[in-house]
C-alpha cells in the first residue's frame, strides 16, 4: 500500500497521523489564514551543539526576542540559551539569534518564591518546557512556579503561575547580561518608580554594541507590597513612589514582593531604542489590556501568515519540521529597531524620525552570511521588505557616512570581511524591486564604503566601532592586493572585496555612472592575483609579491591566518561573479570539477592549534557550518558532472539539518543556514547575489507553492525519493533548461511552473 503524501498547506493534512487540527484566525483584513504549519515549527531546533538559537517568544523581525537566559558565559552564550542546560538565570527581552557573538540580554526578569536571596537562580526540568511561534513556557522546580512567555512587536508579556499562594517575588535584575567574560559590561541604569506597578528606565551596556541603551517600561497587573532595592549586593531600603537614579553605576537588583493570592502575575514590558516614554507609547499601543491568551493567538496569525508564504508537499515528516523552522528561523532576524511613531536611534545616536512608520529602520544584519541565502530568498517571496531592508542600510550610511557590516543595535560592530550591504543593494537592483530608489545615491553609499576612511578611523578610535575601518581597503587601492605579511585574512578578504566591487559596478550601471562602473569592474577582477596555478588554489601574497612559502592550505588559526574561519581548501572557490573568466584562469571546466572533487574527497583534518570553531559539517573539507562553502556544491553546475553536486546537496541536506536541538551543523547565523536549507530544499540556489539566475540543485520536497506579490508559483519534482536524489531534466515555464540547469529571477512569475523529473541514477 502506497502510503499517503504529506500535504502541507491543503486540505489533505487530513491524512497526517499526527493528529493535526486545523485552527484558523482572522486577519486584519478579514480573510483566514492557515494555522496548521504551526505544528512543524520546533523553535527548539539548534539549540543544541553550537546552533546558537534561542527557543523564547518573538514575531517577525520584532525588536523583542522574550526568552530565558541559561547560559551566560563562553560561545554557547550567544543566544543566552543552550538545550543541555538545567537553570534559569533570567527571562530577559532581547536576544540575537545563531551568531558567534553574543550580546544583549537587556531587561531581565525572573519570578521567584520562597527565601529572599540577593539573585536566586530557577532550576527546571526539560519535560515541562514547551515553545511554539509566539510562545514559551516552562516550570521552575525549585520555586514551584509555571512561567509563560509571549509578545508582540515591542512589548513582552509574562504570566507568573505560582503554587504557593505566599511569598510571591519578581526580580528585575538590572545587572544581568550575556557573555559578562567577552567584553559585556552594564555601564549604568536610570531607574524611576511611576507607582507601585509601572516601572520605567534605560539599560546602559558596553560590548559587541559599543554605546547600547535600551528603555523599558514595565506594568504589573497587580500593585506590588514593597519594592527592595540591592545596590552592590546590598540592600539599599525599600522605593517608594517618585524614587529615581539617574546614570547610577551600581549593580541594580530590584526585588518585587507581590501581594498572596492564587491569580497569576502578569508583567508586560515595552521597549524603545529611544525613550521610556517611546517603551511607555509602544507598550500603550501595542498592548494595551491584559489578555495573554489573545496576545499568543495574534502570534501565531502573524506566524501562520510568514509560513504560508510557502506551503509544500512531502511524505518526510523530517523535511516538514526542519523547512517549517527553517522559514521560522529565517524571519526572525533582522529587527526592526524603530517605535511605533517612527522614532529609531541612528548609527550617529541621534534621534531620526520616519515620515511613515511602515518602513521600518533594522538592525541585527549579519550580512556576511545573510546576503548568500536569506536576502535572497526574501527577494521572491517579500520583495517589499526585503526592499526596505536595503533602504535601512543607505539610511545607516546617510546617519554614520559608511554602509554597516554587521549593524547591532545603532552601533557599527565592524564584524567579517568586506561590505556586502552593497551584494544586498546590488541584488534588489538586478531583479528590478529597487525601481525608483535613488541608484546615483546607492551608489555614493557603495563606493564610499569601499575604500579605507582615516576620517572614520580617528572617529572611531578606542571604540569597537573602530572595527569597521580596517586597512583591508587601502592595501586593496594601493597594491590591488593585500599583503599576508601585514594583515590577517588577506586572501579572504580580497576575493570577499572583488565580488562587492563587482556588485558596485552593476549598482552603477543601472544609475547611468559608467566611469564608475568601469572602475569597479576592474577592481572586481583583482581576486585573479591570488590564484595559484601550482597549487589550484587561493593562495596568500606576501608583500614582495610572491606566494607564501611554505604554505599549508589545511591550516586555520582563528582571526590570525590568511582565512577568515577556514583555510585555502574552502576559499579557493569564490569567484561567484566571474565564473567564466574564473574557469580560464583555472585551466578550464575540468580543473574545477577536479578540484570540487578534491575538496569533497581529501582528509578533513583541519590543521592548526587555535583553528576556527566555526569550521564544522565537513565534507572532505567542505565546512556546510561556515557560509563560505554554502554555494560551493552549485559549481558543479560548471562542470559536466552537475550530478556530483546533487548528490552532495542530498548529504547536506539529510544529514546536516535535523529536526533535533542538535539539527544545525554550525552557527545558525541570523537565518542564513535556514535560507539555504529552504532555497535548496525547493530545489535551486542563487550563486551569485547581484546576478539575477539561479541553479537547479537537488529537491526534496515533491511538490511547492510560493507566494508571490501578484500570484503563486509552483515547483513540482516528479519521482522525488530519498533513492532518486538525481535530476533528470526541467523545464520552467514550458522551457527546457535540462542543459543550463540554471533560470532567471523573471521567470518566477505568477502562474509559472518549474518541473524538475528526478531518478536515481546521474543523467547520461
Known amino acids: 500500500m502506497t502510503p499517503p503524501k504529506l500535504v502541507v498547506g491543503s486540505l489533505a493534512l487530513s491524512l497526517l497521523t499526527l493528529a493535526l487540527t486545523p485552527s484558523c484566525s482572522p486577519r486584519t483584513t478579514g480573510s483566514k489564514v492557515d494555522e496548521r504549519l504551526l505544528s512543524f515549527v520546533d523553535p527548539f531546533i539548534g539549540t543544541g551543539e553550537h546552533g546558537h538559537t534561542f527557543p523564547g517568544a518573538t514575531r517577525p523581525n520584532a525588536m523583542v526576542q522574550f526568552s530565558p537566559d541559561t547560559h551566560l558565559l563562553g560561545w554557547d552564550a550567544s543566544s543566552g540559551y543552550h538545550a543541555t542546560d538545567s537553570v534559569i538565570y533570567a527571562f530577559s527581552l532581547t536576544h540575537l539569534s545563531g551568531t558567534g557573538v553574543g550580546d544583549l540580554g537587556d531587561v531581565a526578569l525572573l519570578p521567584y518564591s520562597g527565601m529572599d536571596s540577593l539573585r536566586p537562580i530557577a532550576t527546571f526540568d526539560k519535560g515541562t518546557e514547551t515553545a511554539s511561534p509566539g510562545y514559551y513556557a516552562v516550570g521552575l522546580s525549585n520555586f514551584g512556579i509555571r512561567v509563560e512567555l509571549t509578545s508582540t512587536d515591542r512589548v513582552g508579556l509574562l504570566r507568573a503561575s505560582y503554587e504557593d499562594s505566599t511569598q510571591r517575588r519578581l526580580l528585575l535584575d538590572l545587572g544581568h547580561i550575556l557573555q559578562p567574560n567577552w567584553g559585556h559590561s552594564v555601564v549604568a541604569n536610570d531607574l524611576y518608580l511611576v507607582n507601585d506597578s509601572t516601572i520605567q528606565g534605560t539599560f546602559y551596556t558596553k560590548g559587541w554594541a559599543e554605546h547600547h541603551e535600551l528603555s523599558y517600561s514595565i506594568h504589573l497587573n497587580l500593585p506590588a507590597d514593597s519594592l527592595v532595592l540591592y545596590r552592590d ?39 524603545s531604542p529611544v525613550s521610556t516614554e517611546g517603551a511607555e507609547q509602544n507598550l500603550q499601543a501595542e498592548l494595551p489590556h491584559w489578555d495573554f491568551d489573545q496576545v499568543h493567538k495574534d502570534s501565531r496569525v502573524v506566524w501562520a501568515e510568514v509560513l504560508n508564504k510557502i506551503q509544500i508537499e512531502t511524505q518526510d515528516t523530517a523535511v516538514l519540521r526542519n523547512f517549517y523552522t527553517a522559514l521560522y528561523h529565517a524571519h526572525i532576524a533582522p529587527y526592526n529597531y524603530q517605535d511605533v511613531d517612527g522614532s529609531f536611534r541612528g548609527m550617529d545616536k541621534v534621534i531620526h524620525k520616519n515620515a511613515d512608520p511602515r518602513d521600518g529602520h533594522y538592525t541585527v544584519f549579519s550580512l556576511w552570511d545573510t546576503y548568500r541565502a536569506l536576502h535572497p530568498l526574501l527577494t521572491i517571496i517579500d520583495p517589499d521588505r526585503a526592499l526596505r531592508y536595503g533602504r535601512s542600510l543607505v539610511s545607516d550610511y546617510d546617519e554614520g557616512t559608511i554602509l554597516p557590516r554587521w549593524p547591532l543595535a545603532s552601533n557599527y560592530t565592524g564584524c567579517m570581511p568586506a561590505y556586502h550591504s552593497v551584494s544586498v543593494l546590488a541584488d534588489l537592483v538586478a531583479k528590478g524591486i529597487a525601481k525608483g530608489e535613488n541608484l546615483r545615491h546607492w551608489t555614493e553609499a557603495a563606493q564610499r564604503s569601499s575604500i579605507y576612511r582615516e576620517d572614520l578611523a580617528q572617529k572611531f578610535a578606542g571604540t569597537r566601532e573602530l572595527d569597521l575601518i580596517t586597512r583591508h581597503p587601502y592595501y586593496k587601492e594601493r597594491y590591488g592586493f593585500i599583503p599576508a605579511d601585514s594583515i590577517p585574512e588577506s586572501v579572504s578578504w580580497g576575493v570577499e572585496m572583488a565580488y562587492d566591487d563587482w556588485c558596485i559596478a552593476r ?177 535551486f540556489y542563487q550563486v551569485c547575489p547581484g546576478k539575477a539566475e539561479y541553479m537547479i540543485g537537488r529537491p526534496l520536497v515533491d511538490r511547492a507553492t510560493l507566494s508571490l506579490p501578484k500570484g503563486t508559483f509552483t515547483i513540482e519534482v516528479q519521482g522525488n525519493s530519498k533513492v532518486n536524489k538525481y535530476v533528470q531534466s526541467a523545464t520552467i515555464n514550458g522551457r527546457d533548461i535540462t542543459k543550463t540547469l540554471t533560470f532567471t529571477h523573471d521567470e518566477l512569475r505568477p502562474q509559472g511552473k518549474l518541473v524538475i523529473v528526478m531518478g536515481p541514477k546521474p543523467r547520461s
Not at 530590584?254 to 498572596?260: A, R, T
Not at 589545511?554 to 561567484?576: C, I, L, M, V
Not at 592549534?609 to 573539507?621: P, W
Request: charged share 20%.
Open 233 to 271: 549586593g546590598k540592600q539599599a531600603g525599600r522605593l517608594s513612589p517618585g524614587a529615581t537614579f539617574k546614570r547610577d553605576t551600581s549593580d541594580f537588583k530590584l526585588h518585587i514582593y507581590l501581594p498572596d493570592g492564587s491569580q497569576p502575575i502578569l508583567v508586560k514590558t515595552g521597549i
Open 507 to 683: 549598482i552603477a550601471e543601472a544609475a547611468g555612472l559608467d566611469s564608475v562602473m568601469k572602475e569597479y569592474d576592474k577592481r572586481a577582477l583583482y581576486y585573479r592575483r591570488y590564484w595559484d596555478k601550482e597549487t589550484r588554489l587561493m593562495r596568500p601574497v606576501m608583500g614582495n609579491g610572491t606566494f607564501r612559502t611554505p604554505f599549508n592550505p589545511r591550516y586555520s588559526a582563528h582571526a590570525k591566518s590568511d582565512y577568515t574561519e577556514g583555510n585555502a581548501y574552502q576559499w579557493s572557490f569564490y569567484a561567484p561573479h566571474d565564473m567564466t573568466g574564473f574557469l580560464a584562469l583555472m585551466g578550464g571546466k575540468s580543473v574545477l570539477e577536479a578540484n570540487l572533487d578534491t575538496l569533497f574527497t581529501t582528509s578533513s583534518r583541519i590543521d592548526g592549534a587555535e583553528q576556527s570553531g566555526d569550521i564544522t559539517g565537513l565534507i572532505g573539507q567542505y565546512a556546510h557550518g561556515n557560509e563560505p562553502s554554502h554555494h560551493i556544491a552549485y559549481l558543479y553546475n560548471y562542470t559536466d558532472s552537475p550530478h556530483k553536486g546533487q548528490a552532495i546537496l542530498d548529504t547536506v541536506l539529510y544529514h546536516f539539518y535535523k529536526p533535533t536541538p542538535e539539527g544545525i551543523i554550525g552557527n545558525e547565523d541570523c537565518g542564513q543556514m535556514s535560507a539555504w536549507y529552504i532555497l535548496s530544499a525547493l530545489g
